[in-house]
């Protein structure tokens, strides 16, 4: 999902908080409770003693009836994990493949933001449906990642979509905490899902929730989550490689032609090393207040050179307020809707309070990319990106990518690109490298949003991908 544009620029979220106002379901309309001590009473002492917080959770869940909503008409649960002791409740909801999901792999999608609502993935990019018409009748997808996946949809940090909490969280370790608990009492509920292949994908911000999140899980030795892979989509990881390619990017050196003057690409260059300068103090101090001050200073002097054009930072060939009116927050927020999954709160898009939290702490410019080499070790990474998009283009991904320390760097920069082309017509629609563990693709014609701009492409890919065709 997006980030806000005027988070990016002055550290506040334009977007409305959502309703404060919860309606808490009695335990009674939902099908299955689950309690922290179920999970405990089967782990070892010591691995109880790790994971003893566990204890503090609930999982809530229902069967949602596939003909209520015509979403579609797969099996689908929807519920919340409560962490009733810190007031905090992530909401998810899960689609089964339309293939086989007996064997067919789990996924996971994660919007970014921080603070954007992964309802809005479902609905207007991988989901079954669009709501494409103020009738809100959904709309089948045929390119759906549910197509030959399962495919669970989570509102995270707390307060991002129909989550809610009293309280916040304020960086991406501690959202991959609750995502660790939400999984693993999931898994424990529905034990069909356990032993198939899982797997992490998002986009944008998730650049940061996903790497930390797989780490999280596989810090656990007594998980029953079968985490095999990460994939992240046009993701924020490493902001001090990445920012060095806002200049390239606008003025000519993307693939599209350059969208700002000579005058615009200079002042660019001239904000560039004292806003490197303070990323690199982030990096070195892992300091709240440093890493704030990093991330107000490179998008107040960087940045906003770019926003100021009037272009779209998630697409580079529109201008802002270009775009296809859709139905999805007026269909997620019908009574019809929020009483079929469970939902406690009003659904907002984006939520101003999870970003200013994340703000706070200085976590957008913290070196989370540290955790890659440690992945990498155990489990393949695909980094892809929409060669389209700005705020988190293809260059800065491919860069970061690179530059990258681990045992198979050299052997990374040297493997070839090959293309990647559709089976049947033999339609190119971008590149791939690979080499090892690590892959990085750039999908043409893509923005921010490749599953919304690339449909066909980014099946493609996906289904390729958890069918282990880049596996080492």
């Not at 009695?26 to 299955?32: A, I, N, R, V």
């Not at 992490?200 to 780490?215: D, F, K, L, N, Q």
Request: net charge neutral; with cysteine; aromatic share 12%.
């Amino acid at each position: 999902m997006k980030f806000s544009v005027s988070a990016l620029l002055v550290g506040l979220v334009a977007s409305v908080h959502a309703d404060g106002n919860v309606e808490r379901i009695p335990d009674s309309e939902w099908d299955h409770i689950l309690h922290g001590s179920d999970i405990l009473s089967q782990r070892s002492t010591e691995t109880a003693k790790t994971d003893g917080y566990l204890a503090d959770y609930t999982l809530r869940s229902r069967i949602v009836d596939p003909s209520a909503l015509k979403v579609d008409t797969v099996k689908q649960l929807s519920g919340y994990i409560d962490d009733d002791a810190n007031d905090k409740h992530l909401f998810f909801w899960f689609f089964e493949s339309r293939n086989n999901p007996a064997k067919d792999p789990v996924v996971l999608w994660l919007n970014g933001g921080p603070g954007c609502s992964s309802m809005n993935g479902l609905f207007t990019e991988l989901g079954p449906a669009t709501i494409p018409r103020s009738d809100l009748k959904p709309v089948r997808n045929n390119y759906s990642w549910n197509n030959n996946a399962s495919v669970i949809f989570v509102d995270q940090p707390v307060n991002t979509g129909f989550s809610y909490s009293g309280t916040s969280v304020g960086t991406s370790v501690a959202s991959a905490k609750d995502l660790y608990s939400l999984l693993t009492f999931f898994f424990k509920q529905y034990p069909q899902y356990a032993t198939q292949d899982f797997h992490i994908s998002g986009e944008s911000y998730a650049g940061h929730y996903i790497p930390v999140t797989a780490a999280e899980i596989l810090s656990h030795a007594d998980r029953n989550i079968n985490l095999k892979s990460i994939l992240v989509g046009n993701g924020m990881t490493e902001p001090l490689t990445q920012y060095d390619y806002y200049r390239p990017m606008a003025c000519g050196q993307g693939g599209y032609n350059a969208v700002l003057g000579q005058s615009d690409c200079r002042t660019m260059d001239n904000a560039l090393p004292e806003c490197k300068r303070r990323i690199k103090s982030c990096y070195d101090t892992e300091n709240a207040s440093t890493c704030q001050s990093a991330t107000n200073y490179c998008n107040n002097n960087v940045l906003s050179v770019y926003s100021r054009s009037g272009k779209d930072v998630y697409d580079i060939r529109k201008n802002n307020g270009e775009g296809t009116p859709e139905y999805s927050t007026q269909f997620l927020n019908s009574n019809t809707t929020r009483k079929a999954i469970g939902a406690e709160r009003k659904w907002t898009l984006c939520d101003g309070s999870v970003y200013q939290a994340f703000s706070n702490t200085g976590d957008w410019m913290k070196p989370i990319y540290r955790v890659v080499p440690g992945l990498l070790a155990k489990i393949p990474v695909l980094i892809y990106a929409g060669d389209a998009d700005y705020i988190c283009n293809w260059l800065g991904n491919r860069a970061w990518a690179k530059a990258l320390e681990w045992p198979g760097k050299a052997a990374f920069n040297q493997a070839s690109v090959q293309p990647l082309k559709l089976g049947g017509s033999g339609k190119e629609y971008g590149k791939v490298t690979h080499s090892g563990n690590f892959n990085f693709m750039q999908i043409y014609g893509a923005g921010h949003m490749v599953p919304e701009d690339q449909p066909v492409s980014s099946l493609d890919f996906f289904n390729r991908w958890i069918w282990g065709e880049w596996k080492n």
